[in-house]
């Protein structure tokens, strides 16, 4: 397994809880999200994004709405249901959980090797 | 100079190039085609024209006129290809109903390592009819990419030949079945598949590139020559006239044949005669009913083609043809001219009147059986008058 593929397989477990992130922040658009994603560099390509919206909105987790824009074709502006809520929360315990660990094994490490 | 188009997505008009247009539309239909396999793929896949909708409407907004193939390529590549998107947390989320992230994670890591893994795997060759490159249905240059080949041409010759040679019907049926049932390799993603060459995001890109050009070039030689539909006898009375060019030189072919024979062999068989260009060109009537049908088919294929095909294309379908006729003819005329093929047993008839002295007239029927080196010859007389001066006898 070589580095890319370790980065992008830490990006892709990261993806949905970022994304529920943004939208929890704001009701956001897709290219919205995507900018943000990209600042993140959590995306490689735009594309990956649209499934997983679909499988979120289809799990009750978002909803959407369709604005008229006035620069560019219409959008769909994406919100956090109740349900959405719900699993962020969990999702953010265990980010809570999984940072935690990574810190102390990295802080062990750090003082090993001082 | 390129010609433009304008498309309409969702409202808004865009100039783009013919060339980008189609590489556009290659790309849409199969993300169309990609997503439809998974529950809200419609949707996904209409998500994604939105997005490049919007990156379309934005280079309009920057001045851009036109929207050219370099300007679509780039768009094409920021969006990614199906295969990039694939959302491999799907499957998973039966397994994982408890929701905590580690599940998920773990899950989702397994998932996509076996996905990572089929895509660097030398996808296997599936058997698919080659749309870009066919003659009827597209099935020998299938089954040509199928073992690994490329040009179809020379197997299309021997499939001819092979039929020809043994019997037209069971070939011919065969190729219909398989051109019912075998699928046409109608995306980038399939026509990879059928070259067994690695599905990936690079490899879909490449290939949708090389069909664009493809297709580009046959356009540009189609426009050249102008005449698809429009001169429809013109082209059926050149056709005719190659087809009975065709037919001369093989007369003349087979005749040559015919004189080694007599030359080289001196025993000429009962049906040869003594003008041997009309020996052997009746000896190919006597097989009047392949010919017949051979030339039908020729014909129809020739019309087909001028029809609905370029004419760069028809013109290697003539010759291809011209090839089988070749074949068919010398077959016939060897078949007659040199009868001591030692694996195939001919039969020859021929019937003479003879008057007996008492003048009755018998028909004798002669058949010689050749069989390698043995001939049997086997005589029947059958009386067809009675004799004429019976009373003369009596009295």
Not at chain 1, 44 to 51: A, D, I, R, S
Not at chain 2, 93 to 114: L, R
Not at chain 2, 230 to 254: D, E, K, N, P, Q
Not at chain 2, 296 to 318: E, Q
């Amino acid at each position: 397994m070589n580095i890319e593929n370790a980065k992008s397989q830490m990006r892709k477990g990261m993806l949905e809880y970022c994304i529920l992130l943004i939208v929890h922040r704001a009701p956001a658009y897709a290219s919205d999200i995507i900018r943000q994603l990209e600042e993140a560099e959590l995306i490689v390509v735009e594309g990956t994004l649209y499934p997983l919206l679909t499988r979120l909105k289809n799990d009750g987790l978002l909803a959407y709405e369709w604005q008229e824009s006035s620069y560019g074709p219409p959008r769909k502006y994406y919100r956090l249901t109740a349900d959405g809520e719900e699993f962020l929360n969990a999702l953010d315990d265990a980010w809570t959980a999984l940072d935690k660990t990574v810190n102390i094994l990295r802080k062990t490490n750090t003082q090993n090797e001082n | 100079m390129k010609k433009t188009i304008n498309i309409n997505l969702f409202g808004t008009l865009y100039t783009i190039d013919e060339d980008a247009c189609k590489l556009l539309e290659e790309y849409l239909d199969s993300i169309k085609l990609y997503f439809s396999r998974q529950e809200g793929g419609e949707e996904i896949a209409d998500d994604i024209e939105h997005r490049v909708a919007e990156l379309l409407w934005e280079k309009k907004e920057q001045g851009v006129e036109s929207i050219d193939l370099m300007t679509v390529k780039t768009i094409l590549k920021q969006i990614g290809n199906p295969e990039e998107m694939g959302d491999s947390t799907a499957n998973e989320d039966a397994a994982s109903t408890d929701g905590t992230a580690k599940n998920n994670v773990a899950a989702d890591d397994e998932a996509s390592q076996e996905a990572k893994k089929a895509q660097t795997k030398p996808t296997t060759r599936k058997f698919f009819r080659d749309p870009k490159d066919k003659v009827l249905g597209g099935v020998i240059s299938g089954i040509t990419q199928y073992f690994g080949g490329s040009d179809p041409l020379p197997w299309r010759i021997i499939f001819i030949f092979v039929s020809i040679f043994l019997h037209v019907a069971p070939f011919f049926i065969i190729y219909i079945v398989l051109w019912a049932l075998v699928p046409e390799a109608k995306t980038a993603e399939d026509r990879l598949r059928m070259k067994g060459k690695t599905v990936n995001p690079d490899t879909i890109q490449e290939q949708v590139l090389a069909d664009q050009e493809k297709s580009a070039s046959a356009e540009t030689s189609n426009s050249s020559n102008g005449c698809a539909k429009g001169c429809f006898i013109a082209t059926a009375l050149v056709a005719a006239i190659v087809i009975c060019g065709m037919f001369f030189v093989t007369s003349i072919w087979t005749s040559m044949l015919g004189i080694f024979q007599n030359q080289g062999f001196g025993n000429s068989s009962i049906t040869m005669h003594d003008v041997p260009i009309f020996g052997v060109f009746t000896n190919v009537i006597h097989n009047l009913r392949i010919f017949v049908a051979i030339v039908a088919v020729a014909i129809l294929v020739a019309l087909y083609f001028i029809l609905f095909h370029t004419s760069k294309k028809s013109v290697k379908i003539m010759l291809l043809i011209a090839v089988c006729f070749l074949a068919l003819l010398a077959f016939v005329s060897i078949k007659h001219n040199f009868p001591k093929f030692p694996w195939i047993n001919y039969t020859y008839t021929h019937t003479s009147n003879i008057t007996r002295p008492d003048g009755s007239i018998c028909e004798v029927r002669y058949k010689e059986i050749v069989n390698g080196n043995d001939t049997i010859i086997q005589a029947d007389t059958i009386m067809i008058s009675e004799p004429l001066q019976t009373d003369d006898f009596a009295e």
